[in-house]
């Protein structure tokens, strides 16, 4: 069978006149002799909605249950999908993850997709079916539902993919593919036609809001193409592939930023074997990520002071559980949540000396104090001020030529 996996975000079914543009869509697909699988998130707003609900109910919402919740949006917009199509006289039912069953693994909120089972899908389109399948959860072990993560539909479309077999993918979303930086920051980004899993990878985990990072790996590991467009528009997008079929002379392909970082340092920890690991243990165990990590040593050998980069919404936490982990020492503790990262992305760096020099150099001009840098094969990222931002990002798109 020519399959094909096509996954609409939450903008794409966000109103009833969108859902009826996506399922055109879709048939679009079928008339050019595809069996489609379509993949849906769940009506813009409406998993924020129910994450305020759990909010209100407590403030230690019990995660099992959080995931029956927040999964409940999918349920709606795929039967308002597959209404549209049998309207218009296409076979179509909708599937929740534990009806196929998609199988999982991992914590409740963050699982991951170890296993869908194919028969009744399968079944389903050698009837002449077109199915429509909740993306962003499914099942464990328990037979208890479970989520993937915001954005996990992603993670859906892209295993759905693996284990159907599918010719190809497809991610519609708001956009019209992955772009330098972010248009609505900088009106002259431009799309980038295709681009590597690992710089989209980065780019997603620094901040770009395209796809989810896990999905992203996912499709790596299991070498799966997958073009990212707008439901919007008819134009193409950007593909994402294997590094060796890029073509490309751009040192540097993009440009990510956050503004919901914190930084926290530690003044004054003693400084022996196992200090780090006793302090991030327990934000390892709360689900809490840590980001950027600097530590200094002191003058006179015995104590040091860590530096560290979390989400902002886990501060508070954090702060609780440094301050009541009673294996570490430390003189003071110094929070600030007025920063952002911003982080220049390319497999070009690789082989090209002098890039770090170019990043500084330029937001050095520009005034720009940078407070913490990480680096990785193909990403160099830095702390600023979150006030500097913006300024930051315009002067990196014009050092690395992006805008051309």
């Known amino acids: 069978m020519k399959i094909i996996v096509l ?21 679009s697909y ?44 999918e349920q709606i917009s795929c039967s308002l999908i597959a209404g549209r199509l049998n309207h218009l006289g296409y076979k179509s039912q909708s599937w929740m993850g534990w009806q196929i069953p998609i199988l999982t693994e991992g914590m409740y909120k963050y699982s991951r997709i170890i296993k869908i089972y194919k028969k009744k899908i399968i079944d389903s389109l050698r009837l002449g079916e ?43 979303t708001d956009v019209e593919g992955v772009y330098t930086t972010d248009p609505n920051t900088l009106k002259n980004a431009k799309k980038i ?55 490309s002379n751009k040192i540097i392909r993009g440009i990510s930023f956050t503004k919901n970082d914190a930084k926290v340092t530690l003044i004054g920890v003693k400084d022996k074997p196992g200090i780090a690991a006793a302090v991030f243990k327990p934000l390892s165990n709360n689900a809490i990520n840590v980001d950027m990590v600097v530590q200094n040593i002191s003058a006179n050998g015995k104590e040091t002071d860590l530096t560290f980069t979390i989400k902002s919404d886990d501060l508070i936490k954090t702060q609780r559980l440094i301050k009541k982990n009673k294996k570490i ?20 760096m690789i082989a090209t000396p002098g890039v770090s020099y170019r990043m500084f150099h330029a937001l050095a001009k520009k005034n720009i104090n940078i407070l913490v840098i990480s680096t990785s094969e193909i990403k160099i990222s830095v702390l600023v001020n979150k006030k500097n931002i913006s300024k930051a990002i315009l002067a990196l798109h014009k050092e690395f030529k992006l805008d051309k």
């Open 30 to 73: 079928r008339k050019n002799g595809y069996k489609p699988i379509v993949i849906s998130s769940a009506m813009s707003g409406t998993t924020n909605d129910l994450i305020k609900k759990s909010a209100a109910i407590s403030n230690n919402f019990n995660s099992a249950e959080y995931d029956v919740l927040v999964s409940a949006g």
């Open 193 to 247: 036609k295709v681009i590597s899993y690992e710089e989209m990878l980065e780019m997603a985990s620094l901040g770009a809001k395209v796809m989810q990072p896990t999905s992203i790996q996912d499709a790596r590991l299991n070498r799966i193409d997958i073009e990212v467009k707008s439901s919007f528009v008819k134009k193409g997008g950007t593909k994402i592939t294997k590094r060796k079929n890029l073509i």
């Open 329 to 348: 020492i430390f003189r003071e503790l110094i929070v600030d949540k007025n920063v952002s990262k911003v982080s220049i992305i390319g497999v070009g």
């Open 130 to 172: 077109i199915p429509i399948i909740a993306g962003f959860q499914g099942v464990n072990s328990n037979n208890r539902i479970t989520t993937l993560g915001r954005g996990g539909s992603d993670a859906s479309a892209i295993m759905c993919a693996k284990f159907f077999n599918a010719q190809k993918c497809i991610i519609y």
């Open 7 to 27: 996954k609409f975000g939450g903008s794409s079914v966000g109103t009833i006149e969108r859902i009826k543009k996506i399922a055109n869509i879709v048939v």
